[in-house]
Structure formats: structure tokens, C-alpha cells
DNA sequence: ATGGCGGTGGAGCACCGA
């Protein structure tokens, strides 16, 4: 069972990049962030021409998440529990049911949080909690899950190419740290750091002053496994070569396999 | 680095991202 996550900075921008990508890594499950688009513009007939069924739950101009899956989606849960007056869509979770067995899967996309010591930054903060909340239900469930997407965070300064540079942003200020470190705690494994301790592993590289070239990276999108799918982790990767391709997202796909039960 | 880049909405340039 081959799950990714991918922040695609627009899916109808990069609807060619996605069909290319599906075709080459035939990831089983694809967990996308920023669709920035509602459900309608979605472009669901090219992907499902791929084999996949889709779940979306999208947002006009900002934010928008989606599953995509080979095999049947079930129990789709569109926004995060917690706060009935959140408005925006940042979260969605279903239930996929392959022939060797169900696995949870959530697509989440956290907020940033810039710049800090606003009203931005206290919204990260919530949204933080009640996912916490969240995901210790999930594991009350004894379930192979997994939580996938854009985390908006760098966790310790060896995600980060020049640690120093992020010391006043959001994604590693030592609350948004903690936060992510807690929701771990609860009984989570990190896919990409349960596979290598190397440096220089990043999985986002900003458009401006040549950040890419440059490889001023960071890692801050992640798949956080429960106990019944981290028993099953084979391996964890990183497509960095997509972000080469011309007119890339910021991110690249992140892709853990789970071996069969 | 004084967001230098890219996407959206909507037809300017403000807002957002990380």
C-alpha cells in the first residue's frame, strides 16, 4: 500500500504534474493540500480516467484537500472536529478499503501561522490542539492510520538547510515545535524520521532567491503512522526530482509503502 | 535580504503562502 502526500500550490495549475506523477509512482493513495479551488473546478474526470476515486473538499481562491484513491473511499470526513465556526478546508479524512485490509488516511493542511504573535499564529496554535484531540480518538480505534499532508512545521533545526533563518517564523517557533512533538507522543510514528537521521532531507524549497538551487530547504511535510500502520512501514521517500520540473509546486511528494497484512 | 516568486480574483494590484 503506496500513500503520499502533496502540496500542490493549485490543482488546476498543476493538474499535468499530478497525471504525470500518478502515471510514474502509482502511489495507491494520494492525500493533496492547497487545491485552491472549490469542489465544482476540481478536476476530478482526469484523475479518475487514472483509476482513482476522489474525495475533495475544497475552498474558493485559498486552502482546499483531497484523497485520492485506487480502492474505495468510505466514512469521508470534511473538516476538522473541534470548532463548528472554522470555515476553512483544511482537513479531510476516509476510510480505504483495499482487498488486504482498511486504512485511515487523512489529508491535512496546517495552517502557517505568519506572522507570529498575531491572530494568524493563535489559529495555528487551536487548530494544533484540536487535532491532537483528533488524532487521539483516531487511536482509540486500534486502526492502521495514517495522517498526511502539510504540516507547516520544521521540526528540528536538521529539517531546516540554515536553521537560522526560521528562528522568527511560524513553522519553528518552540509552540508550533511542542505542538507537533506532542501530537507524536500520542502514539504516532514520523515516516521520514523513522527511516533516516541524514541532514539535507527537505521536502519544501520557496520560488524566490533561488532557494532551490541553492537547496535552502525545509521539511515540513510529513505522515505520521499509527502503531497498526507503523508495524507495517517498508520504506519512506521523497520526490525531490519533481520539483525540477518547470513550473513546479513549492513542494514535492512525500510517499511512504506499507507492506501488504 | 527591504519577501526578490507564484497563484487567485478579476482586470489593478492586494492578499496569501513559508
Redesign the pocket.
Known sequence: MRIATW?V??????ADHLATWLKERAPDVVCL??L???DE?FPAEAIEALGYNVAVHGQ????GVAILSKHPLSDVRRGLPGDDDDQ?ARYIEALVEAPSGATRVASI???????IGTE?FAYKLAWMERLIAHARDLLALEEATVLAG?Y?V?PEPRDARNP??WVD???FQPESRGAFRRLCALGYTEAVRATTDADGVYT?W??????WQKNNG?R?DHLLLSPQAADRLASASIDKHVRAWE?????VPVIVDLSDR
Open positions: 502540496n500550490n493549485s490543482v488546476r495549475q498543476r493540500q492547497e485552491k479551488c472549490v473546478a474558493k481562491t485559498f486552502n476553512q493542511y496546517l495552517p502557517n501561522g505568519n506572522p494568524k502539510d507547516n520544521i537560522a533563518l517564523d511560524a513553522l519544501f520557496d520560488y524566490q532567491a533561488g532557494a525545509i515540513i513550473k513546479s509546486s513549492d513542494h
